[in-house]
């Protein structure tokens, strides 16, 4: 048991059921949906190489890319702060309603809401 990653503990049937629920919303918030593709099947499909990863799993989403380089990929993206929010408030539904909860989603939410705040590359006033 203590020796399980964080990605064997949800598994990936979960994490896909996660990243899913993720995009449902991306797609439809108003302040996020403009700056996604309008098919996200291919951007879910790297969020979910990427968390297997970041959750301690194979390392899928660089044999695929190569080096993440999450703040470099996100430059050509207006990020404000007010999205990182929408970012993270997107995610927290998508854990509420895929049943993601305890420890194990605190300790997700507060990585993820550190690196979102690291992707913020545009101040609120400019974007
Ligand atoms: C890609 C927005 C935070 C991981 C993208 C794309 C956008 C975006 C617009 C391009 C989608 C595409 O063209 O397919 C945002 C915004 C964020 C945010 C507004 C708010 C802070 C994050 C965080 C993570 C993340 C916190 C990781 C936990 C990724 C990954 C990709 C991506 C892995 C795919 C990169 C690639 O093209 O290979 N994001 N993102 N993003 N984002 Fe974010």
């Not at 050509?76 to 305890?102: F, K, Q, Y």
Request: with cysteine; aromatic share 10%.
């Amino acid at each position: 048991e203590q020796n399980r990653t964080p990605y064997e503990y949800i598994g990936e049937a979960k994490l896909t059921e996660l990243v899913n629920a993720f995009y449902t919303r991306v797609g439809n918030h108003p302040e996020l949906k403009s700056i996604f593709p309008d098919d996200l099947t291919e951007t879910a499909r790297k969020q979910k190489q990427f968390l297997t990863q970041y959750l301690g799993g194979p390392q899928l989403y660089t044999e695929e890319h190569g080096h993440p380089m999450l703040r470099a990929r996100h430059l050509p993206h207006v990020i404000t702060p007010s999205r990182a929010e929408a970012w993270l408030s997107c995610m927290n539904e998508a854990m509420d309603e895929t049943g993601v909860e305890g420890d194990f989603r605190d300790a997700l939410y507060y990585r993820l809401s550190l690196t979102a705040k690291h992707m913020v590359n545009t101040p609120e006033h400019e974007g």
